[in-house]
């Protein structure tokens, strides 16, 4: 069975750090980008970050660039996303999916997981 499952959301105060896991299930990452989207209340669902597992490229949008950082470990089959100094705004459920392709458009992703809420407190 194909899953994807997030985990390490949380309260945090501005400033603070949280890291985001993405375990991945019935099928192996390697051949996949993944990204982290998030979705406020009210709001899209936005990308934030992207990895292309086939060279290693990783994307950012430009309110998370410098704080996010994301990263792949193949041998545990997970996607991490590493957010210092977190803002007010950066408060919304997150989500990790994959893409066949490459870094792309939201409508080529695939699997998705069911999201970890993170909420950012002033």
């Known amino acids: 069975q194909v899953q994807l499952v997030e985990s390490g959301g949380g309260l945090v105060q501005a400033g603070g750090s949280l890291r985001l896991s993405c375990a991945a299930s019935?099928?192996?990452?390697?051949?996949?980008?993944i990204g982290w989207f998030r979705q406020a209340p009210g709001k899209e669902r936005e990308g934030v970050s992207c990895v292309s597992n086939s060279d290693g490229s990783t994307y950012y949008i430009d309110s998370v660039k410098g704080r996010f950082t994301i990263s792949v470990d193949n041998g545990k089959n997970t996607v991490y996303l590493q957010m210092n100094s977190l803002k007010p705004e950066d408060t919304a459920e997150y989500y990790c999916?994959?893409?066949?392709?490459?870094?792309?458009?939201?409508?080529?992703?695939?699997?998705w997981g069911q999201g970890t809420q993170v909420t950012v407190s002033s």
């Open positions: 999916a994959t893409n066949p392709f490459s870094c792309g458009p939201r409508d080529e992703y695939d699997y």
């Open positions: 019935g099928f192996t990452l390697d051949d996949y980008a």
